[in-house]
C-alpha cells in the first residue's frame, strides 16, 4: 500500500500550533514560520532532493518544510535548539505524516554546537536558516559534515548575495571565499515576504550549492580562512598590508611574489584558489 502524502500546514494550521505553545515568534530568534505550501514545495523542488536523500534541516520551528521533505526524501533529519518547537514538532508530524514518521528523527540541540550526528550520514542540507547566525551555522555545518552533496537554504537577500558572490563584485566577502571552499554555490531565487508569519522586515533569498573538493594546498583550512579574514579585515586596504597581522612583511612581501599578486590589490579581487595558494606560500617562507 502507497504512503498516504503529508498534510502540509497552511496558515490557519501555523497559527494554532504556535497559539497551542503561547509562542510569540522573536526577532532575536530569527523566527519567521512558512505559511504557504507553494513555497515550501519549491523550496524542495529546487534542491534536488531525491528519495534516495538523507536530508539535514536547521530551526524546523513548527515543521512546515519539515512535511514538505518528508514527501520525498528518504529520511530527514531536524535540529532544533528551542524548547517548545522541539516538544511539539514530532507531534506535528504524527499528526500530518503518520506514513513518515519512521522517516524522522529529531536533534534538540544548537546546530552551532553539534559536533556529530547519529544515524544515516546526511547528503543534503535544505533548511529555512535563522537569519541572526545563517552563515555561521552553514559553513559549520559544511565543515563538519563532508557526506553533504548539495543543499538550498534559505537566507536574508543580501546574505544570499555575498554567499554567491564572485570576486570582484561589492558584495564579495568573507561569507563568499568560505563558502566557495567547501561548494559551487548560486544564487537560486527570491521569496516574497507575504510568505511568512509574523511577516519579516527584510526580503528573502534561495542560496544553492553543490560540494566540491577544495583547492589544491598544503595550507590548512585554518590557515587559509585565517588569511581571508585578514586579507577583508581593512577592505579598502592593500593586501601587502593587512595581511602583516598574520606574517611579518618580509615574508608578505615573498609570498604575494610568489603567487604572481599585486602587492597592492585588495582581498576582493581574490578567488578561493588564489587564496589557498597564498595561504601556502605565506607558511613556505615562513619556515
Known amino acids: 500500500m502507497t504512503p498516504a502524502a503529508p498534510r502540509l500546514l497552511g496558515a490557519a494550521d501555523v497559527r494554532r500550533l504556535a497559539a497551542v505553545l503561547d509562542l510569540r515568534p522573536t526577532k532575536q530568534k530569527g523566527q519567521n514560520f512558512v505559511i504557504d505550501g507553494n513555497t515550501v514545495r519549491r523550496i524542495?523542488?529546487?534542491?534536488?532532493v531525491t528519495a534516495d536523500d538523507v536530508v539535514l534541516e536547521v530551526g524546523p520551528g513548527l515543521g512546515s518544510l519539515t512535511l514538505a521533505l518528508l514527501e520525498v526524501a528518504r529520511h530527514v533529519v531536524a535540529i532544533e535548539i528551542d524548547d517548545k518547537l522541539a516538544a511539539l514538532l514530532p507531534e506535528t508530524i504524527a499528526e500530518h505524516a503518520p506514513d513518515q514518521v519512521a522517516s524522522?528523527?529529531?536533534?534538540?540541540?544548537d546546530a552551532l554546537r553539534v559536533t556529530a550526528l547519529d544515524g544515516p550520514p546526511p547528503t543534503a542540507l535544505v533548511a529555512n536558516l535563522p537569519y541572526n547566525v545563517s552563515v555561521p551555522v552553514l559553513l559549520h555545518l559544511l565543515a563538519l559534515l563532508p557526506s553533504l552533496e548539495r543543499g538550498l537554504v534559505m537566507v536574508q537577500a543580501e546574505v544570499a548575495d555575498r554567499l554567491a558572490a564572485r570576486p570582484g563584485s561589492k558584495t564579495y566577502g568573507v561569507p563568499s571565499v568560505k563558502?566557495?571552499?567547501y561548494a559551487e554555490v548560486r544564487r537560486a531565487g527570491a521569496i516574497g515576504r507575504n510568505v511568512f508569519w509574523p511577516a519579516p522586515n527584510v526580503d528573502s533569498g534561495l542560496v544553492a550549492w553543490v560540494h566540491r573538493a577544495p583547492p589544491p594546498t598544503t595550507a590548512s583550512r585554518e590557515e587559509v580562512f585565517a588569511v581571508v579574514d585578514a586579507a577583508?579585515?581593512?577592505r579598502r586596504k592593500a593586501l601587502r598590508g593587512v595581511l602583516r597581522s598574520v606574517a611579518p612583511a618580509e615574508v608578505v612581501d615573498r609570498a604575494l611574489e610568489a603567487t604572481g599578486i599585486d602587492p597592492l590589490a585588495r582581498g576582493e579581487v581574490l578567488g578561493v584558489e588564489q587564496f589557498a595558494s597564498l595561504a601556502q606560500s605565506l607558511k613556505e617562507n615562513a619556515a
Not at 524522522?104 to 540541540?109: D, N, P, T, W
Open 44 to 48: 524542495v523542488r529546487e534542491s534536488g
Open 104 to 109: 524522522f528523527a529529531l536533534v534538540h540541540a
Open 179 to 181: 563558502a566557495a571552499w
Open 232 to 234: 577583508f579585515a581593512h
